[in-house]
């Protein structure tokens, strides 16, 4: 237990070593933020929707705070798989999965805190409809802040599972940009899902990328009515727990192969 | 040798290098075709559900963000150097080695790098400009097509010329140097759609200090029959102009830069 | 401002020729707790720094990290201007014209390649000729002789990261030579090198060095690159030069101890050694260490020869890296 707590210390302490860099991370990503709610408020202005303009931008802004939970962004660990590093990683006395979970959870978790707070409260000072809204209500909040830490651990067994793939594949950075693609369309950071047409949303919403940023986001924003909270919650959980057991399930194989292969 | 000559031998050598990689190549070939499809499909599905932007239709749409991608993504394949290689060059201090040679520093990193992955990206952003002049219906006169190439190649130099802020800034050692991609990659999503999309103070921005409105969105609602700015026909050839004006203002700046490291050094 | 060089009248130019050289950095410190800021320090890294190199030498250019050896290299290849002092090569300044400059000189950075890792070295070095301008027939004359030198004839076609460390650096050395400059400088070129590499790589040197009259300057950690390779040795600290000489009388200078090891037949008890000599023990071998300046050696082996029957004796003098150490030590570096 010590170990994966130290995991956590680790990059916490990495992230504050590069302030200069978050807050030029920042800027950026304010910038872009603006961007999208503005072009999303000329469309509005031209064709309202059933959806108020309110609830785009606090989409956009939620996205844009927790934009780090979302890629995969340890080039350690990819460099590691490619130099065949790793099998250093086996001589270690842990669970080389859970291992690598608390790695992925780590970065996603230390990265982002750093990031959203100052994100969040510059958008909460924005005017109405240009900045974030405050949640539905408390409940709502309650429930959004569950969905998130429920989706974090459901979008760190997805990437490690995709990482479990990545070690069988010869080229790792094409597989982690396409795994990044899909991320990055159906999590609803690159089009908020709520204006994806509604036929596809039934679909999309029920793929684990959904799971991370769209679920909370909708609940915070009243989109998905409290009572369907449980629900939310639930294939959250189902989903984690099905990408946990298959991602243990390939890195057992792999270890197995990095075994007899020699790494 | 001419200069322009080592930059051609410096990219076959470079393309050849990552041909080396033919598997490694493809897929990142394909995983860039397939992440500008997915801004082309944000694009389509914001058309689908909201049909028009002020008075855009959704061909107009397609034919910015075509004009858009097929610059930026030029300069993207071609300059990578600048675009991509640059900052790491300062921080490594492969700049040192730049500057052993009697070469000009900025020939030496445009002749350092090119990313011929972005083909896929160009051809996406070709294909949008087809489809968006096809819907809007746009007639290729002569002075069209000047202006279309105009804006492109204009579109180039100014991009080139944002790309080197981040550089300066490394060579400052500002510790903030992600804030350049605000004008950069910012400045490319943001200027997929035409600049009346967005309120006055970004409007400055993105005319004034990165100009992607008088080099692409001039000459494209020219072509397109409705001017941006209202502005007569013959200021739709002049604005593009200001691309090449950034580059050139960049340009003394980077050469300061460069005298700045040599006078301070690491 | 850098002041320009006067021209002497009736004397005759170093080669290079370096007179009161001031360097400053500003560097960052560490943010301290709670400070906003960084707080900005100035590092004066040449300090009044002058010397003088003739053409064809080959000099040795030593002194711990941070002595200002790549700040000297730099700004004599052009990359750096001081802010103090005048500074020329071959007549030119350095930092006035580089384009000028660099086309003449050739430098080598030990650890940073100047070849392309993915494509055929070959291709690197015609790169190469293009940015330096090497009309065609002298660049093939030129590759042929360094590639038979070098020994890289069959490595040419071959891509660098193919190569081991040994044979990259070859064809670096031959890379920074095909415009053949008239001056050298080579930042630590020997470093990670297996014995034979080393020993090719020194041959070649100093076939370079005499052969072409190529002046040579050699930053290096390996003290024998430097006592294999160059007569005279400049030793840098804290920005100042601190000897310039020949590298023979510098050893002297310092080379105050020898270590008599001795193994006697059976165990006997050591007694009676000179005063100054000091005894260890390492196994059933006694090391006993003397200043030749204050004993005589026929006093020590007199001694140890009377103790018992010999088994084994050797004589050896301090290696050059703990003399160098002495040095640096007793020069407070």
Redesign the interface.
């Given at each position: 237990m010590r170990a994966y707590y130290s995991i956590f210390r680790m990059r916490r302490r990495m992230e504050t070593q590069y302030r200069g860099a978050v807050l030029g991370g920042i800027i950026c990503q304010v910038f872009f933020g603006l961007i999208l709610v503005a072009v999303y408020r000329a469309m509005y202005a031209g064709r309202p929707q059933s959806m108020p303009i309110e609830h785009v931008a606090s989409y956009v802004w939620l996205q844009q705070a927790f934009f780090r939970m979302l890629l995969s962004n340890d080039p350690d660990l990819l460099d590691k798989i490619r130099t065949g590093g790793i099998a250093y990683d086996l001589c270690r006395p842990v669970h080389l999965y859970g291992y690598y979970y608390a790695r992925i959870l780590a970065q996603k978790l230390m990265g982002s805190l750093l990031r959203a707070v100052p994100m969040l409260a510059f958008a909460l000072l924005l005017p109405r409809g240009w900045g974030l809204s405050l949640p539905a209500g408390a409940p709502a909040l309650l429930c959004a802040l569950a969905a998130l830490a429920l989706g974090l651990l459901c979008m760190s067994a997805l990437e490690n599972l995709t990482m479990g793939f990545t070690m069988r594949t010869l080229d790792h950075r094409g597989m982690q940009a396409m795994m990044n693609l899909l991320t990055i369309t159906f999590s609803g950071n690159l089009l908020p899902l709520t204006l994806f047409p509604d036929s596809w949303q039934r679909v999309i919403t029920l793929l684990p990328y959904a799971q991370l940023l769209d679920a909370p986001i909708r609940l915070y924003t009243g989109d998905s009515a409290l009572s369907l909270a449980p629900g939310i919650l639930l294939l959250q959980a189902v989903w984690t727990v099905v990408l946990v057991l298959a991602g243990c399930l390939l890195w057992r194989v792999n270890q197995r192969r990095l075994i007899i292969q020699g790494g | 040798m001419n200069t322009f000559r080592l930059y051609l031998k410096s990219m076959s050598m470079l393309i050849r290098s990552q041909l080396q990689y033919p598997l490694s190549f493809l897929t990142q070939t394909l995983a860039q075709l397939v992440m500008e499809a997915g801004e082309l499909l944000a694009v389509t599905l914001l058309v689908h559900r909201f049909d028009h932007l002020n008075q855009w239709t959704g061909g107009d749409l397609y034919f910015f963000f075509g004009l858009m991608s097929v610059t930026f993504y030029l300069t993207e394949f071609w300059g990578r150097g600048l675009t991509g290689a640059f900052s790491g060059m300062v921080r490594s201090g492969q700049l040192d080695t730049l500057l052993t040679r009697p070469r000009g520093v900025l020939t030496q990193v445009l002749c350092s790098a090119v990313d011929p992955r972005r083909i896929t990206c160009v051809a996406v952003g070709v294909v949008s400009l087809a489809m968006g002049s096809r819907m809007s219906a746009v007639r290729w006169s002569a002075g069209n097509i000047l202006l279309l190439a105009e804006s492109i190649f204009c579109g180039f130099w100014m991009v080139l010329g944002l790309f080197m802020i981040e550089g300066v800034l490394c060579i400052y050692s500002v510790k903030s140097v992600e804030m350049a991609n605000t004008l950069t990659y910012g400045g490319r999503s943001a200027c997929q759609y035409p600049v009346d999309a967005y309120p006055r103070p970004l409007r400055a921005v993105f005319t004034v200090i990165a100009p992607f409105a008088l080099v692409m969105h001039v000459p494209a609602s020219q072509i397109l029959g409705k001017p941006v700015f209202g502005w007569p026909g013959w200021a739709a050839y002049l604005a593009p102009l200001a691309g090449l004006v950034v580059f050139g203002v960049m340009y003394t700046v980077f050469a300061r830069a460069i005298r700045f490291y040599r006078s301070t050094g690491s | 401002m850098a002041v320009q060089p006067q021209k002497r009248q009736g004397f005759a130019l170093s080669y290079i020729e370096v007179r009161g050289v001031n360097?400053f950095?500003?560097v960052?410190k560490k943010r301290s707790r709670g400070a906003l800021f960084r707080e900005k320090e100035t590092v004066h890294a040449l300090k009044d720094l002058s010397l003088d190199i003739e053409q064809g030498e080959l000099v040795g250019y030593i002194g711990p990290n941070g002595a200002g050896k790549s700040?000297t290299v730099?700004i004599l290849?052009?990359?750096?201007?001081p802010e103090e002092g005048t500074v020329t090569v071959g007549g030119r300044v350095p930092?006035i014209s580089?384009?000028?400059h660099?086309?003449r000189?050739g430098?080598v950075?030990g650890q940073?390649s100047?070849l392309?890792?993915?494509?055929p070295i070959q291709?690197s070095f015609s790169?190469l000729r293009?940015?330096?301008?090497v009309p065609d027939g002298a660049y093939q004359k030129r590759l042929g002789e360094l590639t038979e030198a070098l020994q890289l004839g069959d490595l040419l076609r071959t891509?660098l990261r193919l190569c081991s460390l040994g044979q990259r650096m070859r064809a670096e050395l031959c890379g920074s030579l095909l415009h053949s400059p008239e001056l050298l400088f080579l930042d630590e070129p020997t470093i990670g090198l297996d014995a034979v590499s080393k020993l090719a790589l020194r041959d070649f040197l100093r076939w370079e060095n005499g052969q072409r009259g190529t002046t040579i300057l050699l930053t290096t950690h390996d003290m024998e690159d430097i006592t294999a390779l160059s007569s005279r040795v400049m030793v840098l600290g804290h920005g100042r030069l601190l000897y310039d000489g020949a590298m023979r009388d510098l050893l002297a200078r310092y080379d105050t101890q020898r270590t008599a090891a001795v193994r006697y037949e059976a165990p006997v008890e050591l007694s009676g050694l000179p005063a100054g000599c000091q005894v260890a023990r390492q196994g059933e071998t006694f090391l006993v260490t003397y200043s030749p300046q204050a004993v005589a050696a026929g006093e020590v082996l007199e001694r140890l020869r009377l103790a018992g029957p010999i088994a084994e004796l050797t004589i050896q003098p301090q290696s050059v890296d703990h003399l160098i150490a002495r040095m640096y030590r007793e020069m407070e570096l």
């Open positions: - | - | 360097k950095f500003t960052r700040t730099k290849s052009g990359i750096l201007t930092w580089r384009k000028n660099v086309r000189i430098v950075f940073r100047q392309w890792w993915d494509v291709d790169l293009d940015i330096y301008r891509p």
